[in-house]
């Protein structure tokens, strides 16, 4: 350890404003190799592996659960690239891409019971899928109609949460409610909460919080981390010194890392960990190792902080393909099936193309509804007002 | 009647709620053996178990965060904040969250959370222990923010606060916490949000709330006795402010005084203070005149009494007003 008389302040210049190569070969060999630990059923290569702690979890993974999974990943990928091109077109005010997030979100909603609910951050579109949510009800939070149409009582999938972090507290008291109502134990009503955020939120207190709270109350809420690697531009070794799965063991609670590009691995540690919510012993937390190959909203530029190098190494474990692979090699499936759900995908893409064009301009009193449960008088003098004056613009 | 303070009026609002309602849960740091700091939730631990009255790990985002999870599954949560100048970690969950779940959800999702903060100073409290933040919470739309000053309001505001839909600040004068008062449980509650006319008058109108109630009233006597019949408006509510009594009064009076231990600049009274003159300017003989804490953080305690507004300040601005 350093005393203060030996610290020299570091040369102006010195520090770099992006990662080494060494640095970022060394974050990709271990990438790579994976951690000793990293669960993973699928390889990058499309080979069904085994893993003694989790294969009883994929028991039913059969040829048809692995094409509905395969049709889930290639319906989100491509409404999500529609999403980006609405963008583009000047039709969105904003997208956020999952590309490359599939699999771990497909695994972990695939997980879920219906009884189940989720709190997503805002890049959760894959989980949204499988809890039943039209794509087109994400569309008017990005085209700025509203800040999210569906109904997360009736989908259990709360509302996309921009504050980064702050939705781990709302997901861990939910869960404690879920408790405390009994509805943990052995049972087919007992429940779980799953949580999503990224690897740049466990830096936040709010995430910190949340983990102490789950523990010290044993809430049922499974913490998923998906960690894609960066946090706009500042990457994972800019929020943790310590792999961010190996965090839970100080809160008291067990965390694991999954192959998050491996959708059967994610299915599998998720339907885990939510068992383990629901019987009564959780929290748990799963670091679901992934990459972000596109950019982290349309408003940025992931060319200045980011090597080629890296992005094409993460091709190389697309999820979407080794599911393909697998169908193909050890299941047979034949290419009929591939242009069936292509032939889906183009169609989802033009519907969800046609809602986006043709949403409404909410009307001017759109702004004034729903601030408060009960009437605000002061409110109300203001929308009367306000529609008076936007009334006298009527024929003129 | 049997004369209660503040805090167990409080106390037996809190009760009555709980007994009423089995979704109604107190949550915060040392609420369930010690009773709270201020003793505001003495035994209901005892009585209602550890599942309904939380002692929290000590953190106020997660105090906040978690009950907003809690009412969105079904719950009333009644979060303690066990001082005022210790809410802002938990301002991000209020602000973010709690005021706009509502509004995000077009009504989807009720978030009733209520949030206790002892405020005001007046204690010869250490630093952060005497703050008066109403204002911060009164200017965040979806939430509402309402302050009692006596303990009959005490018992019922705080039971109307939880039946309420809404998020509410619960702003409690911990200087007052001692003061007795009549509690009648039978009696007809006035509405959560709305002002009173405490005390009626007709030369010049006083609008204050909370811990500064008392200094207005003592300050009315005081100026009866030199022949000036002063009205005094209890405000209760903040946020939304019901400033037609208020204004009614002005327009009998003719002059207006808002007192509030919060600094001046951006708060409840340059509110009051702009639209009273906006709908009574006519009627106005004087200037709103304010008087409030400095444009300073709340100073050592040795000189709180200066910082706080006391009766002569408050009778020197009558003075000024009926002056001009």
Known sequence: MSVPQDWIPPKAGVQESRPSREHVVAGLKATDEGDPELVQ????????????????????????ALRSLYRDLVLVRRFDREGNALQRQGQLGIWVPLLGQEAAQIGAGRAMAPQDMAFPSYREHGVAWTRGIDPTELLGIFRGTDHGSWDPKASRFHLYTIVI?????NATGYAMGQKFEGKVGEGPDSEATICFFGDGATSQGDVHEGFVWAAVYDAPVVFYCQNNQWAISEPTERQSRVPLYKRATGYGFPGIRVDGNDVLACLAVTRWALEECRSGNGPVLIEAFTYRMDAHTTSDDPSRYRLADELELWKLKDPIERVRVNLVREHHV??????????????????????????PQPAPDRMFSQVYAEPSPVLEAQRAAYLEYHASFEGV | MAQTTLAKALNNGLRAAMERDPKVIVMGEDVGKLGGVY??????????????????????????????????????????????????PGFDQIVSQLAKLHYRSQGKVAVPVVVRIPFGGGIGAVEHHSESPESYFAHAAGLKVVACSNPAD??????????????????????????KGEVDPDAEPQPLFASRVVRPGSTLTVATYGPMLKTCLAAASAAETEGHDIEVIDLRTLSPLDLDPVVESVRRTGRLVVVSEAPSESSITSEIAARVQQEAFYSLEAPVLRVTGFDTPYPPSKCEEDYLPDLDRVLDAVDRSLAW
Do not use: H
Not at chain 2, 53 to 60: M, N, Q, R
Not at chain 2, 165 to 178: L, M, N, Q
């Open chain 1, 165 to 169: 972090g702050n939705q781990v507290l």
């Open chain 1, 334 to 359: 034949g290419q009929e099936f591939f242009d069936e759900v292509q032939a889906e995908s183009d169609e989802l893409a033009a519907r969800f193309r046609e809602f986006c064009e043709n949403m």
């Open chain 1, 41 to 64: 059923l699928l390889t990058p290569e499309g080979e069904r592996v085994s893993d003694p702690r989790f294969d009883s979890y994929a028991t039913d993974l059969d040829v048809d």
């Open chain 2, 39 to 88: 003793r505001v939730t003495d035994g209901l631990q005892k009585d209602f178990g550890e599942q309904r009255v939380l002692d929290t790990p000590l953190a106020e985002s997660g105090i906040i965060g978690t009950a907003i999870g809690l009412a969105i599954r079904g719950f009333r949560p009644v979060c303690e904040i066990q001082f005022d100048g210790f809410v802002f």
């Open chain 2, 154 to 179: 005490a018992y019922w505001m705080i039971q109307q606060a939880i039946a309420s839909d809404d998020p509410v600040i619960f702003f409690e004068p911990k200087r007052r916490y001692w003061e």
